[in-house]
């Protein structure tokens, strides 16, 4: 188990759920960790968690959306610690709505933090990893990255595109020879605050939504999600599934090809609550 001992890994996201929880695995594992989130509170108590395992740690608020913070944090990392050797671009947000009745704007928003949070914490570390000699970026998409939902089209459409645009860096990464693994996350139901945190188009009540997903659909802990994701990182695979729901619907992708659109839909139907 010493992959991680005096790594240097960039959490974003790390204030609650999968980031925590990553955060919490590394430091247990002996990294050093660069951890930031825009939830001041959630960020200082998974710092104190850390802490108290024995890590060092360099805290701060930052809103992955916001480019120009980003890339002067990828520098203020670098500089204190000296050496960038993983970055998980895991903070995200959630919303729930048809496009009938979403406004454009929440579709941009979820696209500013899923896809170009992700954009803009890749391109700002990627000379530091490449310097390093030895790094990794670890992407989170989604299982909503392998198949399309209903009243999900602005999270799948940012988390298709973070798992293409990874996909892609990572060819890029093995074609110029640079020193950087890359790996697409994709989780299914995890039991954190994600749902609760979301927001939803008019005349939906998120409540209701978050407490369907907070009982039916999140099955896997944050801790079991830490677990899976760092073993996938630990082998260097391109891809890593999290949970059984993932596995399961990503074969059901693989078999029915576009098959699977109308089937999710007539089981959505019945299944799926209103929210209104
Ligand atoms: N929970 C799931 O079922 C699930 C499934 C698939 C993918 N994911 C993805 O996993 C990642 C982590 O989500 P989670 O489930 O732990 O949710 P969470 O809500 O528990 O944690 C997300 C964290 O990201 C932070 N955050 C939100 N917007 C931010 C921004 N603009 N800049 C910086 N930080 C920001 C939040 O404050 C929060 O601490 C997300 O990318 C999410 O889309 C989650």
Same mark, same amino acid.
């Given at each position: 188990?010493?992959?991680?001992?005096?790594?240097?890994?960039? +959490?974003?996201?790390?204030?609650?759920? /999968?980031?925590?929880?990553?955060?919490?695995?590394?430091?247990?594992?002996?990294?050093?960790?660069?951890?930031?989130?825009?939830?001041?509170?959630?960020?200082?108590? $998974? %710092?104190?968690?850390?802490?108290?395992?024995?890590? *060092? +740690?360099?805290?701060?608020?930052?809103?992955?959306?916001?480019?120009?913070?980003?890339?002067?944090?990828?520098?203020?990392?670098?500089?204190?610690?000296?050496? +960038?050797?993983?970055?998980?671009?895991?903070?995200?947000?959630?919303?729930?709505?048809? /496009?009938?009745?979403?406004?454009?704007?929440?579709?941009?928003?979820?696209?500013?933090?899923?896809?170009?949070?992700?954009?803009?914490?890749?391109?700002?570390?990627?000379?530091?990893?490449?310097?390093?000699?030895?790094?990794?970026?670890?992407?989170?998409?989604s299982l909503f990255g392998l198949l399309a939902m209903p009243?999900q089209?602005?999270?799948c459409?940012?988390?298709?595109?973070?798992?293409?645009?990874?996909?892609?860096?990572?060819?890029?990464?093995?074609?110029?020879?640079?020193?950087?693994?890359?790996?697409?996350?994709h989780?299914g139901g995890?039991? $954190?605050?994600?749902?609760?945190?979301?927001?939803?188009?008019?005349?939906?009540?998120?409540?209701?939504?978050? *407490?369907?997903?907070?009982?039916?659909m999140?099955? $896997?802990?944050?801790?079991?999600?830490?677990?899976?994701?760092?073993?996938?990182?630990?082998?260097?695979?391109?891809? %890593?599934l999290?949970g059984v729901d993932a596995r399961v619907l990503d074969a059901l992708v693989r078999v029915t090809g576009s098959g699977y659109q109308r089937l999710i839909a007539a089981v959505a139907?019945?299944v799926?609550? $209103?929210?209104?």
């Amino acid at each position: 188990m010493t992959h991680f001992l005096n790594k240097v890994a960039v +959490v974003t996201g790390a204030g609650s759920g /999968i980031g925590r929880a990553l955060a919490l695995d590394l430091a247990h594992q002996g990294a050093r960790l660069a951890l930031s989130d825009v939830d001041s509170a959630g960020l200082a108590e $998974t %710092v104190r968690q850390c802490e108290v395992l024995g890590a *060092e +740690v360099k805290a701060d608020h930052l809103d992955v959306a916001e480019r120009s913070s980003v890339l002067a944090y990828s520098d203020e990392v670098r500089a204190y610690f000296g050496v +960038v050797n993983l970055v998980f671009n895991n903070a995200g947000i959630a919303f729930s709505g048809d /496009i009938e009745v979403s406004e454009f704007k929440d579709v941009e928003r979820v696209m500013d933090v899923d896809f170009w949070g992700v954009v803009n914490g890749t391109k700002a570390f990627l000379p530091h990893l490449i310097a390093s000699g030895d790094g990794h970026i670890i992407n989170t998409s989604s299982l909503f990255g392998l198949l399309a939902m209903p009243s999900q089209s602005a999270y799948c459409a940012a988390k298709f595109a973070v798992r293409g645009f990874t996909e892609s860096l990572r060819q890029e990464m093995l074609m110029s020879k640079h020193p950087v693994r890359v790996t697409s996350v994709h989780p299914g139901g995890i039991k $954190t605050a994600i749902a609760r945190n979301s927001t939803a188009a008019a005349g939906q009540d998120a409540k209701v939504l978050a *407490e369907f997903f907070d009982k039916k659909m999140a099955r $896997t802990t944050p801790e079991s999600a830490a677990h899976t994701i760092l073993r996938g990182v630990r082998a260097g695979r391109p891809r %890593v599934l999290v949970g059984v729901d993932a596995r399961v619907l990503d074969a059901l992708v693989r078999v029915t090809g576009s098959g699977y659109q109308r089937l999710i839909a007539a089981v959505a139907a019945r299944v799926l609550p $209103t929210g209104q």
